[in-house]
């Protein structure tokens, strides 16, 4: 076999066995996450995630918001979660969504945190649905609908938010019955969007 085709041969099999490689660093790198193995999953998350893959950048920037194996960074959080939340990681854009709420790693803006938690929220994260229902509710970076609010915390209810079943409660008693009427016929009728929709009750990857 000609040196140039054996070269190409071994290129093609290294191209082909990368997504399991990266796969398998992954998990490993999960796991030795929820271990408190902090080092090691650093280790197996880097090269992941500056290779592109947003599970590995979501998980990377856990951990300089938290400051597990790296100094704390806020900043350094969000440019892991900006780069995750691009990659459709609903996790991420929930995450960026509050980091823009609180003004952590980026200057506080609601409409930002109401975007990303719009975009997780419809693919049916039930943390997002549950913080974009407080938005609606209080009026932040968007005009207060009691309406809207009580569609996302009924969503966010069904899909597991352990706060979200008494917060619907709550907002109910200040609601006319059309509009709770209103409110459940919108929760009735929304679907998650795009393939990567998930809720609380998904894998740790979702």
Request: hydrophobic share 40%.
């Amino acid at each position: 076999m000609p040196i140039t085709t054996f070269r190409t041969l071994v290129a093609t099999l290294l191209l082909l066995s990368a997504p399991c490689v990266a796969v398998a660093g992954f998990k490993e790198g999960l796991s030795a996450y929820y271990f408190g193995n902090y080092a090691t999953a650093l280790k197996e998350f880097r090269p992941l995630a500056e290779g592109g893959q947003p599970e590995a950048q979501f998980y990377l920037g856990v951990m300089y918001y938290s400051g597990k194996a790296v100094p704390q960074d806020y900043a350094e959080a969000v440019r892991w979660y900006r780069a995750a939340a691009e990659g459709g990681y609903p996790r991420a854009m929930s995450n960026l969504g509050w980091m823009y709420s609180r003004g952590k790693g980026v200057r506080q803006d609601y409409t930002q945190a109401l975007r990303w938690y719009q975009s997780a929220a419809e693919k049916g994260l039930a943390e997002a649905q549950y913080n974009l229902g407080v938005m609606y509710k209080e009026g932040y970076g968007v005009p207060k609908d009691y309406t809207r609010a009580h569609m996302w915390f009924n969503l966010a209810a069904v899909n597991g938010h352990e706060h979200a079943y008494n917060a619907r409660l709550a907002l109910s008693k200040s609601m006319t019955p059309r509009q709770i009427d209103d409110a459940q016929n919108l929760a009735k009728d929304w679907k998650p969007t795009g393939k990567e929709a998930c809720h609380a009750s998904s894998s740790s990857i979702c």
